[in-house]
């Protein structure tokens, strides 16, 4: 019998063979919604708190606080609960207000802010109290060092380590540098491929930050090359995604897909993964799928 903690991780991975032309050209899609918390920032949340369990970073009576936009707030949520420990989570109030019940659900408390920059700066400032353990998924190793204990050899392993090219949203970041870690140890010629916004666009999961609040997790030495994604390609690859391969994923997950489809009309050959971040229906009330 499996503990729902037992249940992060594993996830399928699934050919995406209608969206491009390039036949000689494999295209993946790493199926995260598939976690039990709905989406790729499980691994990250629960590696976070199990290691500060651990360590003894978390002591009886302190609450945690984390900074969200909504995935990571839901996955610490969910894994905060089974540790009977409180939660409360920063995030911004143009947040899909399916994110902010479900979290409720889990019992977190819920602080709406207007950016996610003023939530990173509200949940450093309670945390400086002492009253609060601040994970801060985007200062903290056991982010990234979650992708590459699971993410990354998952990958290599369901590929027969036949992968040639990574292809990942960038938000924390956290999911391409763990898995980047561990693909280049087992073939260094393999490319990373990270996806951000162009200027102007926002894609909720994929982010330009400004340099203040760059995560200190990013280390761009780990990533080959960086596309950039308009938000009006990730829409429209995101509602292709569903009715063409039958894949109901968020935006960032269009973004990725989309980056991967125009990687593949440059290569001779190649088998390319891209993360599949979330499930779609954590947008349903957003315009995602339809004005």
Request: net charge negative; hydrophobic share 35%; with cysteine.
């Amino acid at each position: 019998m499996s503990t729902l903690l037992d249940l992060v991780g594993n996830t399928p991975l699934v050919e995406l063979n209608k969206l491009h032309t390039n036949k000689n050209v494999r295209i993946y899609g790493k199926l995260e919604g598939n976690n039990p918390g709905g989406s790729v920032k499980d691994r990250a949340a629960k590696n976070m708190i199990e290691s500060a369990l651990k360590r003894g970073d978390i002591q009886p009576g302190m609450k945690l606080i984390e900074a969200t936009s909504g995935n990571t707030g839901i996955a610490l949520a969910m894994i905060a609960c089974l540790y009977n420990l409180e939660i409360e989570l920063a995030m911004p109030a143009n947040s899909t207000r399916e994110r902010v019940l479900t979290m409720e659900a889990f019992g977190a408390k819920v602080t709406l802010t207007k950016s996610i920059e003023e939530a990173r700066d509200y949940a450093v400032d309670k945390a400086a109290t002492g009253e609060y353990i601040l994970l801060n998924q985007f200062e903290n190793p056991d982010n990234y060092l979650a992708h590459y204990k699971s993410t990354g050899p998952e990958i290599y392993r369901d590929t027969q380590g036949e992968i040639t090219h990574f292809v990942s949203s960038m938000g924390t970041t956290g999911t391409i540098m763990g898995t980047s870690m561990y693909l280049k140890e087992q073939n260094p010629h393999i490319q990373i491929v990270g996806c951000q916004p162009t200027e102007g666009s926002s894609i909720p999961g994929i982010r330009r930050w400004p340099e203040a609040y760059r995560p200190k997790i990013y280390q761009p030495e780990r990533i080959d090359r960086i596309m950039d994604i308009s938000e009006e390609e990730a829409v429209a690859m995101t509602r292709k995604l569903a009715k063409i391969e039958g894949v109901f994923g968020g935006m960032s997950s269009g973004g990725a897909v989309a980056a991967s489809i125009r990687l593949a009309e440059e290569l001779q050959e190649g088998v390319i993964v891209c993360i599949i971040c979330d499930r779609g229906d954590r947008y349903l009330s957003s315009n995602l799928f339809g004005e």
